[in-house]
């Protein structure tokens, strides 16, 4: 069973940067595609980015584009997500998420990913 735990959310004012972790327990088939996703206030989850970590392609919702940025480290398996230039409407609960696969390329369909951590607030102050 793959275990995935977040760190680094926290506190911060517009503009500010952060960078969540997440610290998987194993790299492997099971976790071929990792995932950042969120649940802003009164919003449904929505997916923020993806990496493959095989072959390092990644996908940004646009949301986020260009602010955002995630990343890996296989050797010590962990996944990142850069975020900056936050804005308020970025506060919410992030969550890092794992698969295998990804059918039909449906990589912001929360249902794909099998494996969750519990996640990491981060809190974005005007």
């Known amino acids: 069973q793959v275990q995935l735990v977040e760190s680094g959310g926290g506190s911060v004012q517009a503009g500010g940067s952060l960078r969540l972790s997440c610290a998987a327990s194993?790299?492997?088939?099971?976790?071929?595609?990792m995932a950042w996703f969120r649940q802003c206030p009164g919003k449904e989850r929505e997916a923020v980015a993806v990496?493959?970590?095989?072959?390092?392609?990644?996908y940004h919702a646009d949301s986020v584009k260009g602010r955002f940025f995630i990343s890996h480290d296989n050797a010590n398996r962990l996944l990142y997500l850069q975020m900056n230039g936050l804005k308020v409407e970025d506060t919410g609960m992030y969550s890092c998420?794992?698969?295998?696969?990804?059918?039909?390329?449906?990589?912001?369909?929360?249902?794909?990913?099998?494996?969750w951590g519990q996640g990491t607030q981060v809190t974005v102050s005007s």
């Open positions: 998420a794992a698969a295998p696969t990804i059918p039909g390329g449906r990589w912001f369909d929360a249902g794909n990913f099998p494996y």
């Open positions: 194993e790299i492997s088939y099971q976790t071929a595609h």
């Open positions: 990496i493959n970590v095989w072959a390092g392609s990644t």
